[in-house]
């Protein structure tokens, strides 16, 4: 059993009497003590036409069954995958650009550059692989479907310019991934540049050089002229020694879709990258609920290759129908198995949908608490002036109740917006407005995902309202 017939009651919100009725009705015979299963749950909550978050456990996700388990020795080490963020026009494409035409792996000079969503570069005889997306949004969007697929990500920062809202958001996106971070202060070929004051305003964001006593590593480049992408990549080598990526190579691929399309000529094209495993041609494989086998596969310059393994990106055909991008890829021993499992998950989906997934939400926090599954409230605090989000910050930050701290994941001054809500949904955060609201985008992501939104105007009413429910004293919301 998932939970009791009481329990039950208090997440739809009624009287455990009316669902004890429901059950007779649907011929049950139950207590209030009794537990009910994950279909009854459904059943009772479809008969109070009220949406119920009905995650299925990941043992259930047949992805994660049929993995074939590493043991230590078969591990080896991978390319680190690195994601460019930053604010807008701080040179992100530039740099993506500028890393790409600069260091082709030996064997693939002189092909043609493809777009696949991602590439690979050797430096120093080693790999590194750069998703070619650049923004935090596609990064935590990918997240907020699970799939967490960046090592490092590269925040930069135009040195005419300084720290901008952006950048805030991109260090607040990297931080909630546990992503170590990578400072490129671009430009600095202008006349105007000032990487100095760069890395003053980023102390404030606990990103502190080496040089003053922290251990945030910073990269003085110009992307346009080519400059310090030596010293880059030689600090991307470095953070990925000391973090020792690895995966193991011998055993069915498994990895994430980063982008799919459906081309005229070739049908459903998916590019990919393989997290572990080699993924080779003519292998059975199911990406998100779509299946297929691997008819051709390229990569980033256009050639054709027999078999892909971890870190790697490739751009494939062969499969049925369109999946996601941020969907998990894995392969399977034969075309039979891929359908029954790409059909397994599509009846997973389906009922996960019905919930979407367990947002936390102030209403059911004291009883994620209870359960012992939440150590940290996750809060993404936005607000008309600076000066009121900071005390926010503060008051949030202080309170105390016994075994359960807040932890902001981001501030920042206007609107709520929707890559505010994309964080929430990655990590599983609530969103709170003081003088602000969420624009239309935003709102109709988070009712869409079911992030909660608390909008105040008076401080202490936010920290009594988040007090109030981490302590489980909050009526619950009609
Ligand atoms: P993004 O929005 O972050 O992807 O920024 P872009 O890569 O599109 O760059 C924005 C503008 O800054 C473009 O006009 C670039 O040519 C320019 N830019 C990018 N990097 C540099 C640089 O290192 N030096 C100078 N002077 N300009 C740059």
Same mark, same amino acid.
């Given at each position: 059993?998932?939970?009791?017939?009481? !329990?039950?009651?208090?997440?739809? *919100?009624?009287? &455990?009497?009316?669902?004890?009725?429901?059950?007779?009705?649907?011929?049950?015979?139950?207590?209030?003590?009794?537990?009910?299963?994950?279909?009854?749950?459904?059943?009772?909550?479809?008969?109070?036409?009220? +949406?119920?978050?009905?995650?299925l456990?990941?043992?259930?996700d047949?992805?994660?069954?049929? +993995? %074939?388990?590493?043991? %230590?020795?078969?591990?080896?080490?991978?390319?680190?995958?690195?994601?460019?963020?930053?604010?807008?026009?701080?040179?992100?494409?530039?740099?993506?650009?500028?890393?790409?035409?600069?260091?082709?792996?030996?064997?693939?000079?002189?092909?043609?550059?493809?777009?696949?969503?991602?590439?690979?570069?050797?430096?120093?005889?080693?790999?590194?692989?750069?998703?070619?997306?650049?923004?935090?949004?596609?990064?935590?969007?990918?997240?907020?479907?699970?799939?967490?697929?960046?090592?490092?990500? /590269?925040?930069?920062?135009?040195?005419?310019?300084?720290?901008?809202?952006?950048?805030? +958001?991109?260090?607040?996106?990297?931080?909630?991934?546990? $992503?170590?971070?990578?400072?490129?202060?671009?430009?600095?070929?202008?006349?105007?540049?000032?990487?100095?004051?760069?890395?003053?305003?980023?102390?404030?964001?606990?990103?502190?050089?080496?040089?003053?006593?922290?251990?945030?590593?910073?990269?003085?480049?110009?992307?346009?002229?080519?400059?310090?992408?030596?010293?880059?990549?030689?600090?991307?080598?470095?953070?990925?020694?000391?973090?020792?990526?690895?995966?193991?190579?011998?055993?069915?691929?498994?990895?994430?879709?980063?982008?799919?399309?459906?081309?005229?000529?070739?049908?459903?094209?998916?590019?990919?990258?393989?997290?572990?495993?080699?993924?080779?041609?003519?292998?059975?494989?199911?990406?998100g609920t $779509?299946?297929?086998?691997?008819?051709?596969?390229?990569?980033?310059?256009?050639?054709?290759?027999?078999?892909?393994?971890?870190?790697?990106?490739?751009?494939?055909?062969?499969?049925?129908?369109?999946?996601?991008?941020?969907d998990?890829?894995?392969?399977? +021993?034969?075309?039979?198995?891929?359908?029954?499992? =790409?059909?397994k998950r599509a009846t997973t989906y389906r009922q996960s949908q019905?919930?979407?997934?367990?947002?936390?939400?102030?209403?059911?926090?004291?009883? *994620?608490?209870?359960?012992?599954?939440?150590?940290?409230?996750?809060?993404?605090?936005?607000?008309?002036?600076?000066?009121?989000?900071? =005390?926010?910050?503060?008051?949030?930050?202080?309170?105390?109740?016994?075994?359960?701290?807040? #932890?902001?994941?981001?501030?920042?001054?206007?609107?709520?917006? !929707?890559?505010? /809500? /994309?964080?929430?949904? &990655?990590?599983?955060?609530?969103?709170?407005?003081?003088?602000?609201?969420?624009?239309?985008?935003?709102?109709?992501?988070?009712?869409?995902? #079911?992030?909660?939104?608390?909008?105040?105007?008076? /401080?202490?009413?936010?920290? !009594?309202?988040?007090?109030?429910?981490?302590?489980?004293?909050?009526?619950?919301?009609?």
């Open positions: 059993g998932e939970m009791t017939v009481g !329990e039950l009651a208090k997440l739809l *919100h009624k009287d &455990a009497s009316e669902v004890i009725k429901k059950l007779l009705f649907l011929g049950v015979m139950a207590t209030i003590n009794q537990e009910v299963d994950l279909e009854t749950i459904q059943l009772i909550a479809d008969e109070f036409k009220v +949406e119920v978050d009905l995650k456990p990941v043992s259930e047949p992805f994660e069954e049929t +993995e %074939e388990k590493d043991e %230590e020795a078969d591990l080896q080490e991978r390319p680190a995958v690195v994601t460019i963020m930053g604010h807008v026009d701080h040179g992100k494409t530039t740099l993506l650009d500028a890393i790409r035409k600069t260091n082709v792996t030996s064997a693939e000079a002189g092909g043609i550059t493809q777009h696949i969503g991602a590439y690979q570069v050797e430096y120093n005889n080693k790999k590194v692989t750069f998703l070619d997306t650049p923004g935090h949004e596609a990064f935590t969007l990918m997240r907020s479907r699970g799939a967490q697929v960046t090592d490092i990500t /590269i925040i930069v920062v135009a040195a005419d310019d300084g720290v901008m809202p952006q950048t805030v +958001e991109a260090i607040s996106h990297a931080k909630a991934a546990n $992503c170590p971070i990578i400072v490129a202060v671009n430009k600095v070929d202008k006349p105007e540049a000032n990487p100095d004051r760069v890395k003053q305003e980023l102390t404030e964001y606990e990103l502190v050089p080496e040089e003053w006593g922290g251990d945030t590593i910073f990269v003085n480049v110009s992307a346009k002229q080519g400059m310090g992408l030596d010293e880059l990549l030689e600090m991307i080598l470095l953070v990925s020694e000391v973090n020792e990526y690895k995966a193991n190579p011998d055993k069915r691929a498994r990895g994430t879709v980063i982008e799919a399309e459906l081309d005229k000529g070739r049908g459903p094209v998916v590019r990919i990258l393989v997290q572990h495993g080699t993924l080779k041609v003519g292998d059975a494989f199911v990406a $779509c299946f297929g086998r691997v008819r051709a596969m390229v990569n980033d310059r256009g050639r054709r290759l027999k078999e892909a393994g971890p870190s790697t990106p490739v751009e494939i055909t062969g499969l049925t129908d369109v999946p996601q991008a941020g998990p890829f894995m392969a399977f +021993e034969d075309e039979r198995k891929a359908r029954s499992i =790409a059909e019905l919930g979407a997934n367990t947002r936390v939400t102030l209403d059911d926090l004291f009883k *994620h608490i209870k359960e012992g599954e939440m150590k940290e409230l996750n809060v993404i605090i936005k607000g008309d002036v600076q000066g009121s989000v900071e =005390a926010l910050r503060g008051s949030l930050q202080k309170i105390d109740v016994e075994g359960v701290r807040v #932890k902001i994941l981001h501030s920042g001054v206007g609107a709520i917006t !929707e890559s505010d /809500i /994309i964080l929430a949904t &990655a990590s599983n955060a609530i969103v709170v407005g003081f003088n602000v609201r969420p624009d239309a985008q935003a709102k109709a992501t988070a009712d869409e995902e #079911k992030v909660d939104i608390r909008l105040h105007r008076v /401080i202490y009413t936010i920290v !009594e309202e988040i007090e109030q429910a981490m302590k489980g004293m909050l009526d619950p919301e009609y």
